[in-house]
């Protein structure tokens, strides 16, 4: 199969009756305006449940931390399949449901529309994988399972996060192009960046991590064409991003060399970090896997799912990648748009009292902790 793999296992999902604490928690999405609404719920063999969302293509499945109960803002991962594969089967290949309940996120698993010879697909960009030429919007599709997210769920707006393999690595350049407004970072394996870079522009920097291996005879490492399509390589998508946010062309040895793939022997993986004078800390990373096929082997076959080498990093180096956010200043007690002596002479005028607008941390006591916030802040301007 072109850009995909073969579906190994699908992960056992037991559908089970809906417990009376969840039910009431949801209730509110009855009452919404659209059609939008989740369906059914289930668990899963992994401690994590799943819920569904459908914005007319079918049930979408988002998974949540078990313990999930709506009153902290959690990160939101994506992962996109291969052309011809699906959902359930880049699930199953990533193993990311695994990681939901102990690092705390959402994590959706959508999937494409299907093609004339019935193959999944997502149109990322000129190059791949919309071969028929639907056009169809799976941008502003994709955006839309954002949103909807967003109003069912607790979603951190600076925590969005996408990865994918192949297809579904062009369809998270995509994504990063034309909703760097909602996209903290992307972590393609084996797709690239749009060839022309007139192509896209992305509102605001991205993260991105740029996942390849360097025998990769489907979308190669160095680049190539199908028929008039041509795909820019990996270190070309690296620079592009590079550039794009602002920094110094120039990479870093990011560290040692580790195993990230079964399939070539010892640690094939390396590192390059371009993080040089970017704009808002943004980064870019390549990890290059010598000698790795298009689809690199994460766990063998004797391996559990929760054995998978690219989920935990994969998970952990999205959730460290997040957007920035805006400098708060709450310390600037008397607001007149800088935090100086003023502040600090108000702050004490109010110690030990219980006053909202000195009580920086919120803990119904203005002590010492809230000092130490403000002389954090001192000389900031807001
Ligand atoms: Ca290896
Ligand atoms: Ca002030
Ligand atoms: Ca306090």
New binding site residues.
């Given amino acids: 199969m072109l850009f995909s793999k073969d579906v190994e296992e699908i992960l056992p999902v037991n559908e089970a009756p809906s417990n009376t604490k969840r039910m009431l928690r949801l209730m509110p999405h009855l009452l919404l305006p659209s059609a939008l609404l989740i369906t059914f719920l289930t668990t899963t063999a992994i401690g994590a449940d799943v819920e569904y969302i459908n914005n007319g293509r079918g049930a979408v499945p988002v998974y949540l931390p078990s313990n999930y109960d709506g009153s902290k803002p959690l990160p939101l991962i994506f992962s996109l399949h291969g052309y011809t594969d699906n959902g359930p089967g880049v699930e199953s290949y990533f193993n990311l449901s695994q990681q939901v309940d102990s690092k705390e996120f959402l994590y959706c698993v959508p999937q494409g529309t299907t093609d004339l010879s019935g193959a999944p697909f997502w149109n990322g960009t000129d190059a791949c994988c919309d071969i028929f030429n639907t056009n169809v919007d799976d941008s502003g599709y994709l955006r839309e399972l954002i949103e909807i997210i967003q109003a069912e769920y607790s979603v951190d707006e600076f925590s969005i996060h996408f990865t994918g393999i192949s297809n579904g690595g062009f369809m998270s350049y995509r994504m990063a192009c034309e909703h760097a407004d909602l996209v903290a970072s992307i972590a393609p394996l084996a797709g690239v960046t749009f060839l022309d870079l007139a192509d896209c522009s992305p509102s605001e920097p991205v993260h991105v991590l740029h996942i390849h291996g360097t025998a990769d005879s489907t979308i190669e490492y160095d680049g190539g064409c199908f028929f008039f399509s041509c795909y820019p390589g990996a270190e070309e998508s690296a620079l592009t991003w590079t550039d794009y946010n602002g920094c110094d062309l120039v990479g870093e040895d990011g560290g040692p060399a580790f195993n990230l793939d079964w399939d070539v022997g010892g640690n094939e993986t390396t590192s390059t970090i371009y993080e040089q004078n970017c704009n808002q800390n943004a980064t870019v990373e390549l990890w290059t896997m010598t000698g790795s096929e298009h689809v690199p082997r994460f766990r063998r076959n004797s391996d559990g799912p929760e054995q998978n080498l690219f989920a935990p990093l994969i998970s952990d180096w999205l959730l460290n990648h997040r957007k920035p956010e805006p400098f708060q200043c709450d310390a600037d007690l008397n607001d007149d748009g800088v935090i100086d002596t003023d502040d600090l002479l108000a702050m004490l005028s109010a110690w030990g009292s219980?006053d909202p607008a000195?009580?920086?941390?919120?803990?119904?006591?203005?002590?010492i902790?809230?000092l130490l916030?403000l002389l954090g802040d001192f000389g900031k301007v807001c």
């Fill in positions: 219980n000195a009580d920086l941390d919120e803990n119904n006591i203005v002590n902790k809230d916030i």
